[in-house]
């Protein structure tokens, strides 16, 4: 049936090509193979295409706005630059607490090594202050027996008092390892604490002697009002050891009186020593032992006032606990 319809559609078309009658939407109706409910006029179909495409745009920039929107009133980008500077900040601040770091382990070295270049040349020095005192040339002779430059004095800008400060430092350091070896590290009990004051305050004095005859200087660059504070945390802190070692663990006004108490015996046997003429200074340590006696004696009159004043206690207590800050100590005892 199909090729008979086609076949007599044929046949009217050349029925019209001999007529010479041709009229071209005729032609274009019978050869359409189509059905007619299929076909859409072309401007139906743009207006249905263009329909589409424009619902597409839509979702997609709907789709868009949602996540990647670039209007300024969108929470989305806002908050990925803070998050963006809050992260480039944090990275700025680890950077410099690195480079802080680095720099401190850099002066901590530096600063080691030049301590450990001080001390070498204030004990290359030592041997020099019988001859030279304790002077800034004595420094720099100690400097260029190393094989320093004589320029290496002005690592100590604080002069002769530098080495007297330094010989002080070394005399205490001895005698706190004399004590602890005799004390079992304090553990020991001490039966006879004067003479254990005694024994150790002329262990110390006797350290003096090689220097004996400079020594008048040394006292002089100690009580200049510059080197005063040094000094006397020094003299705080020796006393302090040797009271503890003694067995001293007192807490009443005992442990001021005892301190301050040998500080001024201390003192006043090392002037004593420096005019005695005596053979092995035989005079200077019965003095010693005399003013040790009355140092005893005003302890027990101390001990029985317990009406001392809190102010005096605490002034006594902040000076020792500043002496050592000074010299960079603790009351930490093993």
Request: hydrophobic share 35%.
């Amino acid at each position: 049936m199909a090729n008979l319809s086609s076949l007599s559609k044929f046949m009217q078309l050349a029925k019209l090509v001999n007529n010479k009658s041709i009229n071209f939407r005729s032609i274009y109706r019978s050869l359409s193979f189509a059905h007619q409910s299929n076909y859409m006029p072309p401007a139906d179909y743009k207006a249905r295409h263009s329909s589409q495409v424009i619902s597409q745009i839509k979702v997609q920039t709907s789709h868009h706005r949602h996540f990647c929107s670039k209007t300024p009133n969108d929470p989305v980008k806002p908050g990925l630059d803070e998050f963006r500077e809050r992260e480039q900040k944090r990275e700025e601040e680890f950077e410099e607490r690195e480079r802080e770091k680095i720099r401190e382990s850099s002066d901590d070295s530096n600063d080691t090594k030049v301590n450990a270049i001080r001390i070498k040349i204030l004990e290359a020095a030592l041997p020099h202050v019988p001859t030279s005192g304790w002077t800034r040339e004595t420094i720099i002779l100690g400097a260029e027996e190393i094989g320093f430059s004589g320029v290496a004095h002005g690592m100590f800008p604080e002069g002769g008092f530098a080495l007297v400060s330094y010989f002080i430092g070394k005399c205490n350091e001895e005698l706190l390892t004399q004590m602890k070896t005799e004390t079992e590290n304090g553990r020991k009990a001490v039966h006879n604490h004067i003479e254990f004051l005694v024994k150790f305050v002329r262990i110390r004095l006797e350290m003096i002697l090689p220097y004996k005859n400079q020594w008048a200087q040394a006292i002089a660059l100690i009580a200049l009002p510059q080197n005063a504070a040094t000094s006397l945390a020094q003299l705080l802190t020796l006393v302090d050891d040797i009271c503890y070692y003694s067995g001293d663990r007192s807490v009443d006004i005992e442990w001021y009186t005892r301190r301050i108490g040998l500080a001024t015996v201390m003192k006043m046997t090392e002037l004593y020593m420096l005019q005695d003429k005596s053979p092995q200074h035989t005079n200077t340590w019965v003095f010693l032992e005399n003013r040790m006696d009355e140092f005893g004696q005003l302890q027990i009159i101390f001990s029985q006032t317990e009406d001392v004043t809190q102010t005096f206690k605490n002034s006594l207590n902040s000076a020792f606990i500043t002496a050592r800050n000074i010299l960079g100590l603790g009351y930490n005892r093993p």
